[in-house]
């Protein structure tokens, strides 16, 4: 990283997380100057600090712990498995301080991207106040994120609620948690705790738990949550959060009848809002959402001249691949005058529960809004050799396909490895392949990646009653 200090830039970016430092990596690449203005988290904000990293540490922790103790095959060794909970955060926190060193700090070496710690404001005419320091720029980036978003449910102020951020530096495992939100992060930290030993209780205010996936997906991670001990509640209308006794009481409505959950904490995981306020954007033209995030065009340009945004503060999916696209997108548009988009139906997006939820591409109730004729296959991984072989066959999966063109335009994932399988379907609606394209693909036996083979050739036959070897 450079010791000199500047006060002009081809780009300065608001933000220090994915986004800020894939825009600053692309103007570096391209010869051009750049400044990261972090404030808020530290060097590398969510996904690093108290996002990806340390969740999926954890969950792999609990799942290690968790089926450890339900072995699918004979050959587990009898003793008493052991969980050190307060060991598993300290190794945790070690993870997370390696990886901001190396993927985040040690990146900027001897590059020209100058790291600068403080509230960066920005003012008209595309500069921005640091403190006492004025820096000037060619273009802005603001990627200054999000953080979790508290529901004005009646009383949930008056308690010591957690969100994702908090609960992971706690070292003490809470014996029965309340988690207020079953969408990604609501149902990772549900299931993660009740693996760690937590006696859970999910809340989603919506008729099903990960409303925006498809039905098919929704009922079997629900099935499989259920199945490990965690109560969820559907269509549950929290109305009032207190503490009583020692523990907090939750006052919800289920259907039309009142219910009452306790726990010793809650988890508040009800989605995210962007940090937009107090950087000075509306006041220099940057326009805003009814939601507060910063308004784009398909170029990722704000409202305001030579002003741009990627990242978490755009209002798109809130994945840490997505915003490090976006912060290269609007960097290589800003520096080279270019005018790159993004296909944001083909953006893979995962659930890393066990087993994992993935999609790509387009829902069958989003295919039919568009005004398409859609044609569908769902198939359960029972039908799968690979799962049968290995003992686990929870997982479904949901292709969605043009009725047309045969064109596959969505693939919706419930298996142990759907984050992974997800991806040869991305492929599959980048190439804008049709179920027969896939059909004709050899595929390796015995895999889970079998299930697309298998779910494309349901479009032309009964899979209940063919053999594995069907061409």
């Not at 500047?6 to 600053?24: H, I, Q, T």
């Not at 999609?359 to 568009?370: H, I, K, P, Y």
Request: aromatic content about 6%.
């Amino acid at each position: 990283m450079s010791e000199r200090v500047r006060s002009s830039y081809d780009l300065v970016v608001v933000g220090g997380g994915a986004a800020a430092f894939a825009a600053a990596i692309r103007a570096d690449e391209l010869g051009r100057s750049s400044a990261i203005v972090n404030s808020g988290l530290p060097m590398g904000g969510t996904c690093v600090n108290v996002g990806c990293v340390p969740s999926k540490f954890l969950i792999e922790a609990g799942n290690e712990f968790f089926y450890t103790q339900s072995p699918q095959f004979a050959c587990n060794l009898p003793g008493t498995v052991r969980c050190d909970y307060s060991a598993a955060i300290s190794n945790k926190d070690r993870m997370v301080q390696k990886l901001r060193k190396s993927n985040y700090a040690e990146v900027l070496d001897g590059r020209k991207i100058q790291y600068i710690e403080g509230t960066g404001r920005l003012l008209p005419g595309r500069k921005v106040r640091v403190g006492s320091r004025l820096l000037s720029a060619r273009n802005v980036l603001i990627a200054t994120g999000s953080r979790p978003k508290i529901p004005p449910i009646e009383g949930l102020s008056e308690v010591e609620f957690l969100t994702n951020r908090t609960l992971m530096q706690r070292k003490d495992l809470p014996a029965q948690l309340v988690v207020l939100g079953g969408g990604a992060v609501g149902l990772e930290f549900a299931q993660m705790y009740a693996h760690f030993g937590s006696t859970v209780t999910v809340l989603e205010s919506a008729d099903r738990v990960l409303p925006l996936e498809e039905p098919e997906v929704s009922e079997e991670i629900t099935r499989c949550l259920e199945r490990e001990g965690i109560a969820i509640h559907a269509g549950a209308r929290v109305q009032r959060i207190e503490r009583s006794h020692g523990s907090i009481v939750c006052r919800f409505v289920n259907g039309k009848s009142p219910v009452t959950c306790e726990g010793e904490e809650i988890l508040v995981a009800t989605g995210v809002e962007p940090n937009t306020r107090g950087f000075g954007l509306e006041e220099s033209g940057v326009g805003l959402t009814d939601r507060s995030f910063v308004k784009t065009d398909r170029f990722l340009r704000s409202t305001a001249p030579g002003v741009w945004a990627a990242g978490d503060v755009t209002g798109h999916l809130a994945l840490e691949t997505l915003a490090a696209k976006e912060g290269a997108v609007a960097a290589t548009n800003a520096l080279n005058g270019e005018k790159r988009s993004i296909a944001y139906d083909m953006i893979p997006r995962a659930v890393f529960t066990n087993p994992q939820v993935a999609s790509v591409g387009l829902t069958e109730a989003e295919f039919l809004r568009r005004g398409g004729s859609c044609d569908c296959r769902v198939i359960g991984m029972d039908r799968i050799p690979k799962a049968l072989t290995v003992g686990d066959t929870r997982g479904v999966l949901k292709m969605v396909v043009d009725a047309k063109t045969r064109r596959i335009v969505g693939v919706h994932v419930v298996s142990p490895i759907a984050a992974d399988l997800i991806h040869a379907a991305a492929y599959a609606l980048r190439g804008r392949l049709t179920v027969e394209d896939v059909i004709d693909t050899v595929h390796t036996f015995p895999t889970f990646s079998e299930a697309l083979k298998i779910a494309a050739e349901s479009f032309h036959r009964d899979m209940s009653h063919m053999s594995c070897c069907i061409e």
